[in-house]
């Protein structure tokens, strides 16, 4: 962070727009912007240097996703994976259908003699599928296909992560339109050897249609290489899976009773340990709450001014943030339908089908008032806002 502070001080100085107290309509603002974790560090350059960043706007920034904080759970990610799924159909049957698919392969990797063969030609799998490694790896390929879909299900074509279409969670679920719930007589029934039961193969189908949205919306690729777990598609993930060894380490956790995810509590041991032998890092689990507060953001951000805190009402990362009243100063949007970072996205048809219009018309509302304070302008003319 003291990079930016370093660099912000440095161009002003070498193009001569310093502050001037004695002068102050003459001053140079400046207005820090991010996304994700690039809102994070929005807000916290905010909170930690006001005299350099006259204002923050900190969109799908979880800045209370960690170890202690009282707002969010370790399940909250997960959870609304599931509620956007969940809301496709009236009956839940796009969630519940990936749910059971998830729980079959609990029993898939059983016997993956059996079963492998069957799962490389229901997934078209670039390689074989020969043990339980294999299956476990193509069971976490999906579940983080479904989940970036819901992290970016943005009313239009996107390609943030992968190409996908507009509103990718609603294309994806169509996948489930025929697959009703099962019957007693179905959830009964066992698979028998070395084929899966036709129910089994139903719902397998139907989240391979479904996971196609994410990894191969276009058609073009001839096969799925689920050996790539992470399924970050164009974004590279190596870098924040370094920062997340260290000092911003996410306690997430998977398999809530309702949730369409498998049982997978966080595991700090495996977790720490994992860091130390990829990186050589210990993650120190209470640095962000430690150092910027966030344990019960109402009470901890309250002190602060002029940052915007928004959270798109479909993106898993909204519990992990600030998404209720904290103060006048403090404003806090959920977008409407609104999907990851929406609002600092280019302006494109489709928005009207959200809030995002109106929240980015707060913003710039705002940010005319923060640059107006700055400048020691009059604030009855200071531009008025609706929280």
């Known amino acids: 962070m003291m990079d930016y502070v370093n660099l912000i001080k440095k161009v002003k100085a070498d193009y001569n727009i310093e502050d001037d107290p004695s002068n102050p309509e003459n001053n140079t603002p400046v207005i820090v912007f991010g996304g994700s974790y690039g809102g994070m560090l929005a807000a916290w350059l905010r909170m930690k240097h006001p005299s350099v960043f006259q204002g923050a706007i900190a969109a799908s920034a979880p800045t209370c996703y960690f170890e202690g904080a009282t707002t969010v759970t370790e399940n909250s990610f997960s959870d609304q994976v599931t509620a956007d799924f969940a809301r496709t159909f009236e009956d839940k049957r796009c969630s519940l259908g990936i749910q059971e698919g998830n729980r079959y392969f609990v029993d898939f990797a059983a016997d993956p003699t059996t079963f492998g063969p069957e799962l490389k030609e229901t997934f078209k799998t670039c390689d074989d599928i020969t043990t339980k490694e294999n299956i476990t790896d193509l069971y976490t390929y999906l579940a983080n296909g479904f989940a970036?879909?819901?992290?970016?299900?943005?009313?239009?074509?996107?390609?943030?992560?992968?190409?996908m279409p507009a509103w990718p969670v609603n294309a994806s679920c169509q996948a489930f339109k025929d697959v009703a719930p099962p019957t007693a007589a179905e959830k009964a029934e066992k698979a028998t050897v070395g084929a899966m039961t036709d129910r089994q193969a139903l719902v397998m189908k139907a989240m391979f249609t479904a996971s196609q949205?994410?990894?191969?919306?276009?058609?073009?690729?001839?096969c799925n290489d689920y050996k790539q777990t992470d399924a970050t598609g164009n974004l590279d993930g190596d870098g924040w899976n370094v920062l997340a060894c260290n000092q911003v380490p996410m306690p997430i956790a998977f398999g809530s009773p309702d949730s369409m995810f498998n049982d997978e509590p966080f595991d700090k041991a495996a977790y720490t340990k994992?860091?130390?032998?990829?990186?050589?890092?210990?993650?120190?689990?209470?640095?962000?709450?430690?150092?910027?507060?966030?344990?019960?953001?109402?009470?901890d951000y309250k002190q602060y001014t002029n940052i915007v805190f928004s959270n798109g009402e479909l993106d898993p990362w909204m519990p992990g943030g600030a998404y209720s009243y904290i103060n006048i100063d403090v404003p806090t949007y959920i977008i409407k339908n609104g999907a990851h970072h929406l609002d600092l996205r280019e302006p494109a048809k489709g928005d009207e089908d959200t809030g995002v219009e109106y929240v980015r018309q707060q913003e710039m509302d705002l940010i005319e008032g923060w640059v107006r304070d700055f400048k020691g302008l009059d604030s009855s003319s200071k531009t008025s806002f609706t929280q």
């Open 213 to 222: 949205v994410y990894f191969n919306s276009s058609g073009q690729i001839t």
């Open 274 to 299: 994992d860091c130390q032998d990829k990186y050589g890092l210990t993650p120190d689990y209470g640095y962000v709450l430690r150092t910027y507060g966030g344990q019960n953001f109402k009470a």
């Open 148 to 163: 970036y879909m819901a992290m970016t299900d943005y009313p239009y074509n996107s390609s943030f992560l992968e190409p």
